[in-house]
């Protein structure tokens, strides 16, 4: 694949072999994480169930850098930009492994996902301005498949390292790619540049304080120990931050994201149907290591192996989602899907030690097909029928609110653990596991009627245009989600 899709030069497949490596640290470290939360938990003297803040601070400096990232490559020129990212992902990734707290890992994932959030979003730019239009889609295809392959081996790796030296060497694995990528960005990456427009810093500090005081105001009973008041003013303050945008997104003229972008009615569905589905499933990944370690006695690594038939099932629902779509439409799959993942969701406060082993594994199966079948579809019906200058501010905002969900996701999981454990230092019990399984099932399946407010059609080909838009629908899907 990688020799059509950059004929024109050897320059250009050492880009994409660049990229992709880009995107294979960043998707690998987003889902390593979860089977070592439990081992990081013993050797900081912390409950695995105030951990989240691990993966917390990672998804939400993400989303909160997203936005930024295209404005910084047309100023400073992708070179720069990508080898900047690099380093930092990488001075985070040792940061990590040399931390001696909680507070301290938490800080330097605040630094590895400085660096992260511009990995994809720059390196997909410099490959787009580099390569051919009509070899695009094929080089976008080489570039992505480092999102497949990263959350099939990531959880496995990690279990697998965790058992093998120590919690420190998912971090540490990093350090070697790291420079690697960083010698190679300064020898193939081109420095591209675009026409830099005004850049909108306020619009931008409003949104970012939003979502982060939004995501604290979830995890504040339970990781930061806040008090009811504490919880209520930021959660005040976040949602009066996000009126204040989009009071001054209407004024102003270029805003951080146009306005005009929610006027298309499936832009708006789709994109308030992807924050609120994908809270239950943000917390998926790091719910079920959890389940598996802490309650059902799994070690890291065969935690890590149980994900792999989520990612394996995640992959072949790729094959079905354009027939579907094209027979039912996207109104229907999308409101019978969701209701399916919220199911499958719920369908694990029925796991108990002695479920057979088989069935186990078909539990995880079916999740992983139904919720990446959901991902891509959910992802697609938002893109669809953006054009011309929207399509690159709607892109962005997609991916900012993906990474977000995740962020809500997880601290929604602990708040609920904390809520139905009663918070008690050491671990919960597995009615908690089951409650909080409950919990974001309902959530979930509740978000179908948002996809409801669908046209009801049938026939549905531009799916098909929508992916070649984007470059490939499982690409759009996984730059978020471990």
Not at 44 to 56: C, H
């Amino acid at each position: 694949m990688i020799e059509s899709a950059s004929n024109p030069s050897m320059a250009s497949r050492a880009l994409l072999w660049l990229v992709a490596l880009g995107v294979f640290m960043q998707m690998l470290d987003s889902t390593i994480v979860n089977t070592a939360l439990p081992a990081m938990a013993e050797s900081l003297g912390e409950s695995p169930l105030r951990m989240q803040s691990v993966v917390i601070a990672y998804a939400l400096t993400m989303a909160m850098l997203i936005p930024a990232s295209g404005w910084l490559a047309d100023r400073f020129g992708t070179r720069r930009v990508f080898f900047v990212a690099v380093v930092l992902f990488t001075l985070g990734s040792l940061l990590c492994a040399q931390a001696q707290s909680l507070g301290q890992i938490a800080a330097a994932r605040v630094v590895q996902g400085v660096g992260g959030a511009m990995l994809l979003p720059v390196g997909r730019l410099a490959v787009l301005r580099s390569v051919p239009r009509g070899q695009f889609l094929s080089a976008m295809s080489f570039v992505t498949i480092p999102g497949l392959i990263g959350p099939l081996i990531g959880p496995t790796l990690g279990g697998w390292l965790v058992q093998a030296a120590s919690w420190h060497w998912i971090f540490l694995i990093n350090l070697p790619v790291g420079v690697i990528a960083a010698l190679a960005t300064l020898r193939v990456m081109p420095d591209a540049r675009g026409a830099v427009g005004r850049f909108d810093l306020g619009g931008y500090l409003m949104l970012s304080f939003s979502m982060v005081a939004i995501s604290l105001a979830l995890d504040g009973l339970s990781g930061l120990g806040l008090r009811h008041a504490g919880v209520l003013m930021l959660l005040f303050l976040g949602m009066a931050s996000f009126v204040a945008y989009w009071l001054h997104a209407t004024r102003t003229p270029a805003p951080l994201f146009p306005l005009r972008l929610f006027g298309v009615h499936t832009y708006r569905v789709g994109l308030l149907g992807n924050l609120f589905s994908r809270i239950g499933s943000g917390s998926m990944p790091f719910l079920i290591p959890l389940l598996l370690q802490v309650t059902l006695g799994y070690s890291p690594m065969q935690a890590g192996l149980m994900m792999v038939p989520v990612a394996l099932a995640g992959m072949l629902a790729k094959r079905f989602v354009v027939p579907l779509v094209r027979e039912l439409g996207y109104r229907r799959v999308l409101l019978g899907n969701t209701l399916l993942v919220g199911l499958a969701m719920a369908s694990f406060a029925l796991v108990a030690p002695a479920q057979p082993l088989w069935l186990r594994i078909a539990q995880l199966a079916f999740f992983g097909l139904v919720n990446s079948l959901q991902f891509t579809a959910m992802n697609t019906v938002t893109l669809r029928d953006l054009e011309g200058e929207l399509a690159s501010g709607g892109n962005s905002l997609l991916s900012m609110v993906m990474m977000l969900s995740m962020s809500l996701g997880v601290a929604t999981a602990s708040g609920l653990l904390a809520a139905f454990a009663g918070a008690e230092r050491g671990g919960a019990a597995l009615p908690a596991f089951h409650a909080t399984f409950v919990c974001v099932g309902f959530v979930t399946a509740m978000s179908a009627w948002i996809f409801w407010q669908l046209q009801p059609e049938r026939a549905a080909p531009a799916c098909s245009a929508s992916a070649k838009r984007t470059g490939d629908p499982a690409a759009v899907s996984h730059r978020t989600h471990p």
